[in-house]
């Protein structure tokens, strides 16, 4: 049996991913943790796999997990992307407060707005619900729609469906292993993509522009660029990228190594490409 970590408690969009990412097997312990970064820190200690959003389509990439990357690179092993429904919920008539979760409140504006009450931000949806059915006095909540089941409609005194900004919401998630282990073996059938960190360490005109021309030179096709502020000075950024193809592939090792000769590059990992 294989251990599994992932955000919690149990109901999140996280556990749908855990439970659909093809690699995983079907007979798995999962464990539920708070936080993302507390998900990421049991990878290689409590559980071999850990499985958190990367990237939702209505709000980008999911800041915590990049940011965690570059304190501690794991390996990416597998992606899936699952399709994100919301539905605004309350205990009573008149609610006086809304719990959402951080990264849901930006995918689900118009009915927060709408609604216009405090918000009391949680680290997860399923947390939101338990909040929501803990509180005694008038409040709402932001839950995934999943867990809106008949028993818990009867209980409740408005359920709004369809509360995301866009019918199309959907979100990337990742599994992850540590350093040390293995991913699962290529196949020649499989789309790969490959995962990496550009570190910002020399602060100099063009060096970004520099690093994607040699990509460009060697043709290999970016698919994600993000930016994350370093947090030591203003203007400086680490990048996140994804690319077409794997590690192994000639163009994509050398490309990698030209611009590591001007800066430091931390792979992430080459796995099946799931768009
Ligand atoms: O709270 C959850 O249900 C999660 O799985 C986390 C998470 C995220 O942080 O991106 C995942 C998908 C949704 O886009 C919103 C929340």
């Given at each position: 049996m294989i251990d599994i970590v992932t955000l919690g408690p149990a109901g999140t969009f996280s556990q749908l991913a855990a439970d659909r990412?093809?690699?995983?097997?079907?007979?798995?312990?999962?464990?539920?943790?708070?936080?993302?970064?507390?998900?990421?820190n049991a990878v290689g200690e409590a559980a071999e796999i850990g499985v958190v959003p990367i990237e939702n389509i209505l709000e980008g990439v999911v800041s915590p997990?990049?940011?965690?990357?570059?304190?501690?690179?794991?390996?990416?092993?597998?992606?899936?992307?699952v399709p994100i429904a919301?539905?605004?919920?309350?205990?009573?008539?008149?609610?006086?407060?809304?719990?959402?979760?951080?990264?849901?409140?930006?995918?689900?504006?118009?009915?927060?707005?709408?609604?216009?009450?405090?918000?009391?931000?949680?680290?997860?949806?399923?947390?939101?619900?338990k909040q929501l059915l803990a509180c005694e006095t008038p409040a709402a909540a932001l839950v995934p729609s999943h867990l809106v089941d008949t028993e818990l409609r009867q209980r409740l005194a408005w359920v709004e469906d369809e509360a995301s900004d866009s019918p199309d919401n959907a979100t990337r998630f990742i599994a992850v292993t540590s350093a040390a282990q293995k991913a699962s073996p290529y196949d020649a059938?499989?789309?790969?993509?490959?995962?990496f960190l550009i570190l910002d360490d020399a602060d100099q005109p063009?060096?970004?522009?520099?690093?994607?021309?040699?990509?460009?030179?060697?043709?290999?096709?970016?698919?994600?660029?993000?930016?994350?502020?370093?947090?030591?000075?203003?203007?400086?950024?680490?990048?996140?990228?994804e690319c077409e193809g794997r590690l192994e592939d000639s163009a994509l090792q050398a490309a990698l190594t030209l611009i590591r000769l001007r800066t430091q590059v931390v792979t992430l990992g080459s796995y099946p490409d799931r768009r």
């Open positions: 990412m093809r690699s995983l097997p079907s007979q798995k312990r999962l464990s539920f943790y708070p936080t993302l970064t507390k998900t990421l997990v990049i940011d965690a990357f570059v304190k501690r690179p794991l390996q990416i092993i597998d992606e899936v992307t919301f539905s605004l919920i309350a205990n009573q008539p008149n609610p006086q407060q809304v719990f959402a979760q951080f990264v849901a409140q930006g995918q689900c504006s118009d009915a927060l707005e709408r609604l216009a009450v405090p918000l009391t931000t949680t680290a997860s949806n399923s947390e939101s619900l059938v499989t789309r790969y993509k490959t995962s063009g060096l970004l522009v520099e690093h994607l021309q040699v990509l460009a030179a060697y043709k290999v096709n970016l698919m994600a660029l993000v930016s994350r502020p370093t947090g030591r000075q203003f203007g400086q950024y680490h990048f996140y990228l």
